[in-house]
């Protein structure tokens, strides 16, 4: 089984072929263009998709060493992400796959995350927890097997992702901030400066009040010295990352615990922060926890997991039909 996979859901135009469970080729290209906005502008996205969709499958497909008469079956991201973007990845998808007259398979964005962890080993047993963590995500699932996945715990509010990139802005970094904030953070103290944990029943997160009281913690210090981000940006930076990565941790320590897992995964764009997987794998050594993190090129949007979660249902052969349309905000 030799599949093509297009991810197209925000601002990284990508194509992956698998064979056989195997990554073949990975290719990525990202879109400079939103640094000056500063963050993503959908227009913008979906038109830089229709450039860059055709180089990336070529490339792909050259990589791979395969022609794409080679495939039997395209695969795609349908959704959760930006309508524009998505549109360009299903057309081009059910396009090609009515040329080539073989079968499309849909994939979830998070779902495809999650399965991210199967490319490269180690690879984690069933069931395992997964903390899913992006810009527009924060959720803890638990993954019964690759195609049986529930949530158990999401953010109410905001995800972390975005009270990272809210952190950035206020701080006058440039977009892309989460990475910059990760960076700063590496020399600061995070024990210099304090902020609220916010508590949400059960599972469930919440950042909304957090990015409320960094705002109000810039405003009440910049008052007293309007030097104070320029002279203090590493301890800010470590601060607040800190106290996002606690509430992260606190919640997925709870669900082990009530699940009774030690099979313990994190996946997505915020799972790159390297504070996050070293904190990650200090709370595993006190648990006894079997930790998994993907490589870097797997956290961050990619066609290589929408190509492993294609390969799941392409061995039930679970397919979609040529009616099928994107969907922003796609259901589990």
């Known amino acids: ?123 984690p047993n069933f069931p395992f927890l997964c903390l899913t963590v992006s810009g527009g995500h924060t959720q803890i699932v638990f993954v019964r097997s690759a195609l049986d996945m529930e949530i158990i715990g999401e953010t109410q509010d905001d995800a972390v992702g975005e009270a990272f990139d809210k952190t950035a802005k206020l701080l006058n970094l440039p977009y892309p901030g989460g990475p910059l904030i990760d960076k700063y953070a590496k020399e600061g103290n995070p024990n210099r400066f304090e902020f609220p944990m916010v508590e949400m029943q059960g599972l469930n997160f919440s950042f909304s009040g957090i990015k409320t009281a960094f705002l109000y913690f810039l405003q009440k210090e910049t008052k007293k010295n309007p030097n104070f981000v320029e002279e203090n940006i590493a301890d800010i930076c470590a601060s607040m990352q800190n106290i996002l990565i606690k509430i992260l941790l606190q919640k997925l320590r709870k669900a082990s615990r009530q699940y009774k897992i030690k099979e313990i995964a994190i996946a997505g764009g915020v799972s790159a922060n390297s504070g996050l997987r070293s904190e990650l794998q200090k709370l595993g050594e006190t648990e006894n926890w079997n930790v998994y993190i993907p490589a870097f090129q797997y956290c961050t949007d990619n066609a290589g997991m929408i190509a492993m979660a294609a390969h799941f249902k392409a061995e039930e052969k679970i397919f979609c039909t040529q009616d099928v349309s994107p969907s922003p905000r796609m259901a589990w």
Not at 17 to 30: D, F, P, R, T, Y
Not at 49 to 58: F, K, M, S, Y
């Open 1 to 123: 089984m030799t599949i093509l996979a297009i991810e197209s859901s925000c601002d990284d135009s990508s194509a992956a072929v698998i064979i056989n469970g195997k990554l073949c080729s990975n290719i990525v290209a990202s879109q400079a263009i939103h640094t000056k906005w500063g963050g993503v502008v959908p227009e913008l996205a979906s038109r830089a998709h229709q450039q860059h969709i055709v180089p990336v499958v070529a490339e792909a497909l050259e990589k791979a060493n395969i022609t794409k008469n080679d495939l039997n079956a395209i695969a795609f991201t349908r959704g959760p992400g930006l309508l524009g973007s998505l549109l360009v990845g299903t057309s081009f998808a059910k396009a090609l796959a009515m040329g080539l007259d073989i079968p499309l398979i849909d994939v979830h964005h998070m779902q495809a995350h999650v399965l991210a962890h199967f490319i490269d080993e180690p690879k």
